[in-house]
């Protein structure tokens, strides 16, 4: 069976980066891609990006460059780092496991979720 | 426009048929993803694809696209359907992803 768990800070001062490691178990990070959604409080979902095993990332453009997806295959996890964070950034955030074909994607494993709250 | 418009919410009543929508231009090329949310927990995707149900799905999920239009339809709403719907798609551009704002399903 086929496991996500995100680990990391739940509080984060404002201007400084966030950092959430999903560690990857019953699975290969070797293959699908491997993404970070984010949840608003009381609020819908947002994708932040995705990476493949390989390396190759894909963000989404509204967080301008802030976001970078980094893969490590030896400890078959992957992580997330968001730079310059403001309370905006305060969500409960998600990795999980998908795939991207031509003319679908989908994600059918998700981590638990971690509330990180962004507060001097 | 890159974004997928879903009703806020939507009711059926216990037994009755369901459909939920996704409206977007990118979903005239690119199929939804749907995904279901209960409080308190992560989203567990019900159809992909043109409809594809992974396993576990109830076969009462079902899932279509007409135009700029994908839906979710429930069969036979059942109590323990009653949750948040999310649509998820690609951006008008194909290379980036994007949800929409989510539908909550009451079950009457």
């Known amino acids: 069976q086929v496991q996500l768990q995100e680990s990391g800070p739940g509080l984060v001062k404002p201007s400084e980066t966030l950092s959430l490691t999903c560690t990857v178990f019953g699975d290969s990070i070797s293959s699908y891609y491997w993404s970070w959604i984010r949840q608003t409080p009381g609020k819908g979902l947002e994708w932040i990006g995705y990476i493949y095993y390989s390396g190759s990332a894909n963000y989404n453009p509204s967080l301008k460059s802030r976001a970078t997806i980094l893969v490590d295959t030896s400890n078959n996890q992957f992580s997330l780092k968001l730079t310059s964070v403001t309370a905006a950034d305060t969500a409960v955030y998600y990795c999980?496991?998908?795939?991207?074909?031509?003319?679908?994607?989908?994600?059918?494993?998700w981590g638990q979720g971690v509330l990180v709250t962004v507060s001097s | 426009s890159s974004e997928l418009t879903q009703d806020p919410a939507v009711s059926v009543a216990l037994g009755q048929t369901v459909r939920i929508t996704c409206q977007g231009d990118s979903l005239r090329t690119y199929y939804a993803s749907w995904y279901q949310q209960k409080p308190g927990q992560a989203p567990v995707l019900v159809i992909y694809d043109k409809n594809n149900r992974p396993s576990g799905i109830p076969d009462r999920f079902s899932g279509s696209r007409s135009g700029d239009t994908a839906s979710l339809t429930i069969t036979g709403v059942q109590a323990e359907d009653e949750a948040d719907y999310y649509c998820?798609?690609?951006?008008?551009?194909?290379?980036?992803?994007?949800f929409g704002g989510g539908t909550k399903l009451t079950v009457l």
């Open positions: 999980a496991r998908g795939e991207v074909l031509r003319y679908f994607e989908y994600f059918d494993y």
């Open positions: 998820n798609s690609r951006g008008s551009s194909g290379d980036h992803l994007i």
